[in-house]
């Protein structure tokens, strides 16, 4: 039976409702969205809340939307991890929108992404998503024809 690590993720948009996607420092040629494992006793909420401030340095935000379910992926044949050992991951979505006077800082302690963009709907490469793009598609798609202000 596989196992798979309880995850969050945030899907998140600016100003303009454009979608950010965000480059991988460990995997330049892999753009993403933040997302992070909920620990014990966690909400999934909290859990975006503390990663996006982990990982892009910012509490200014509303959570606007989430997933009405769980999406998990595998991970690729091969991938390992020093802390722990599951075959995929298994992710709460959250849809955020910055307000207007966030800021980004993807230099952090441990960065995780080297840069980010602001990309339409409409723009978005699911190929750039690598093993994740299914469920990546999945989000995006509920995320827009819920959210018909996302251009």
Do not use: C
């Amino acid at each position: 039976m596989k196992t798979y690590r309880k995850n969050t993720a945030a899907i998140i948009l600016n100003a303009e409702n454009e979608i950010l996607l965000f480059q991988r420092a460990d995997l330049p040629q892999i753009w993403g969205f933040p997302q992070g494992g909920i620990e014990t006793g966690e909400a999934p909420e909290q859990a975006v809340v503390r990663e996006l401030e982990e990982e892009i340095g910012t509490k200014d935000f509303e959570i606007i939307g989430k997933y009405p379910e769980l999406l998990r992926y595998d991970f690729p044949e091969g991938m390992t991890f020093p802390d722990w050992s599951y075959d995929g991951q298994e992710q709460q979505y959250f849809l955020i929108r910055l307000y207007p006077e966030a800021s980004i800082n993807v230099k952090t302690g441990h960065p995780e992404f080297i840069s980010y963009k602001a990309v339409p709907f409409a723009d978005i490469d699911f190929n750039t998503f690598s093993f994740k793009a299914d469920v990546y598609q999945k989000a995006l798609t509920y995320f827009k024809k819920e959210f018909k202000e996302i251009k």
